[in-house]
């Protein structure tokens, strides 16, 4: 079975700019979460989606966002980027009861 | 409250056992797991636990779990330089959904 995939691995946009990344989970997984790791927060749960539903929110601005597509692709979205958005960003996937939660390589983000 | 905490580094020899030791808050706590992380990669699950179960034992890995304390470990047994990455405890709330709540990550060296 094929991992967790996002896609692009490697990002660079400047303050203001917006950015998509995209997350392909595991075939026949249905929940996807997005985190985001920092070396001074460490990491943080952004969202859960499942089955094209926001089931969980972190505590993050309004400027992050996401969904979930029926094929169970999710994207998440963040608007107006500021530098602090810098950041390895995460999505695992996982069935529903999420015991295994498995992640992908993750879309590291910089901005200047 | 959620808060995970660990503590941030760990130096074993080759060949010796290491311990790497989880403090959590919540008691509804429902799944503790152990991801590993290498440089420039995602998390790897490395073993979940139960929260109504003492130990889980996957072949050089040993997890226990003490819930009067709050406390979990993972025990890798023969470290070797291929286990030299850090480690993150994290833990899913009932009623959270597939959220992790996970700790700061410990770093372990594996040293000859």
């Known amino acids: 079975k094929a991992g967790v995939t996002q896609t692009p691995r490697y990002l660079i946009k400047t303050r203001g700019q917006q950015v998509t990344l995209s997350c392909s989970p595991i075939?026949?997984?249905?929940?996807v979460s997005w985190y985001q790791q920092t070396p001074g927060q460490g990491l943080q749960f952004l969202f859960e989606?499942?089955?094209?539903?926001?089931?969980n929110k972190g505590n993050f601005p309004g400027r992050f966002s996401g969904r979930q597509f029926s094929n169970s692709r999710s994207e998440m979205n963040v608007s107006t980027l500021e530098l602090g958005d810098s950041a390895l960003y995460l999505c695992?996937?996982?069935?529903?009861?999420?015991?295994?939660?498995?992640f992908g390589p993750g879309t590291r983000l910089t901005v200047l | 409250g959620e808060d995970v905490e660990q503590s941030l580094f760990l130096s074993v020899r080759e060949g010796d056992s290491s311990v790497i030791n989880c403090t959590y808050t919540?008691?509804?706590?429902?799944?503790l797991y152990w991801y590993k992380q290498e440089p420039g990669a995602g998390l790897q699950l490395l073993t979940y636990?139960?929260?109504?179960?003492d130990m889980k034992q996957d072949q050089r890995l040993t997890v226990l779990l003490n819930k009067k304390d709050k406390h979990l470990s993972l025990r890798i047994a023969d470290t070797q330089t291929g286990d030299s990455a850090i480690y993150f405890c994290?833990?899913?709330?009932?009623?959270?959904?597939?959220?992790?709540?996970f700790g700061a990550g410990t770093r372990l060296a594996v040293h000859p």
């Open positions: 989606y499942f089955s094209e539903t926001q089931r």
């Open positions: 075939s026949g997984h249905r929940s």
């Open positions: 636990i139960f929260s109504n179960m």
């Open positions: 919540d008691s509804s706590s429902t799944y």
């Open positions: 695992a996937s996982s069935t529903d009861g999420g015991r295994d939660q498995f």
């Open positions: 994290a833990e899913s709330i009932s009623g959270g959904y597939n959220k992790l709540i």
